[in-house]
């Protein structure tokens, strides 16, 4: 019974990261009304940089998340590399301005979560098949 209240806790607990990452301005107000079905637009934006700011402080949080993440026991390898590398795609479509990154930012991401993730497992002795 507590593994499925864990499970469901986790599940609810990601979605609504995504959720506000994705709906809260930069501004950190959030408005749903801005986002009907008349508004939703799919753009490509792309990179502007290769190199510029490689590391920032984006970069910690990258590292936090994807450590809490590893925490989560039904996480697998295979799923942080589909979660952490389809959050870098999504970010080229999302028009906020935190989601501006170079190409190089966007491998540091990928190296981060990586070191988060593999950081907390290799602490907890956790296999990630």
Sequence with gaps: MYQYIRTYISIYFIILLFISTVFCDDNKTTSFDSYGINNISIE??????????????????????YAVLAI????????????????????????????RESWLNKLFDLFFNWLGFKSVRAYFGRKSK
């Design 72 to 99: 989560i026991p039904f996480v697998k390898i295979k799923h942080f590399w589909s979660i952490s590398i389809g959050w870098e795609v999504l970010e080229l479509f999302i028009s906020k301005e935190w989601a």
């Design 44 to 65: 490509f934006y792309q990179p502007q940089s290769f190199s510029k700011d490689p590391i920032n402080y984006y970069s910690l949080i990258h590292f936090v998340e």
